[in-house]
């Protein structure tokens, strides 16, 4: 399978723990990306990663997030001291900067919910 | 503040008919723009783009218009079928690669 795969697809979490989620991108895409999305809005942009550079962070990602992409290839998303507006799921995107192609390729993210 | 917006939250359609979803953007800056398919507890899957240099593109049963002067666009799907029946998210992106997204249309399309 080549796609985008994001492992876990779910974690139910108590408020005030830590949580970690992994994303495997397309083999030969360099961007990543993540994004959350909440009930009955579209994505909204989180982070993104050319190689394992970290270029750009939203204002949405607060002091409590992370993320890392230490060798170019996976990444990870942690979230710090959980709260219950942190109940999402957390999607994974790829793409690559060869040619003129601009699509984003989604994993089937990871739906958090915490308690 | 909203940049993409998708004002008609669902869409009933009869099967073999014409499904039309519009989209409105306000950031003039956006040069490309997507539309993705959505099931339930599954990530949104890539349908068809656009470059804001093209007013038309088609992709089988998918067609998107571009109106870059009213800053709208739209995706016709013809003929609909019962497996079209998703969530549809209109996307736009520009030079820094991050995609901003509506809140996306329900289509259910009836036998």
């Known amino acids: 399978d080549t796609g985008v795969s994001q492992d876990p697809r779910h974690k139910i979490t108590k408020r005030g723990q830590n949580v970690t989620f992994r994303c495997d991108p397309i083999?030969?895409?360099?961007?990543l990306y993540w994004y959350r999305q909440t009930l009955g809005q579209g994505p909204e942009f989180l982070t993104y990663f050319q190689n394992e550079a970290q270029l750009e962070k939203s204002r949405l990602l607060s002091d409590r997030f992370s993320a890392e992409r230490p060798k170019g290839s996976f990444s990870t998303l942690e979230i710090q001291r959980t709260e219950q507006g942190d109940s999402a799921m957390y999607l994974c995107?790829?793409?690559?900067?060869?040619?003129?192609?601009?699509?984003?390729?989604f994993g089937p993210g990871t739906r958090l919910t915490v308690t | 503040d909203q940049q993409v917006k998708q004002n008609s939250p669902s869409l009933s359609v009869q099967e073999g008919r014409i499904s039309i979803l519009n989209c409105d953007y306000t950031n003039s800056m956006f040069d490309y723009f997507l539309w993705y398919k959505k099931y339930p507890a599954e990530g949104p899957t890539f349908l068809i783009s656009?470059?804001?240099?093209?007013d038309k593109n088609e992709d089988g049963r998918f067609t998107v218009f571009l109106n870059k002067s009213a800053k709208h666009l739209s995706l016709h799907i013809v003929p609909s079928q019962p497996g079209d029946s998703a969530v549809y998210f209109c996307a736009a992106g520009s030079n820094d690669y991050k995609l901003s997204f509506g809140a996306g249309t329900t289509v259910t399309v009836r036998a």
């Open positions: 656009i470059s804001s240099i093209k």
């Open positions: 083999s030969e895409h360099n961007r």
């Open positions: 995107a790829s793409s690559t900067t060869s040619g003129t192609s601009y699509e984003q390729y």
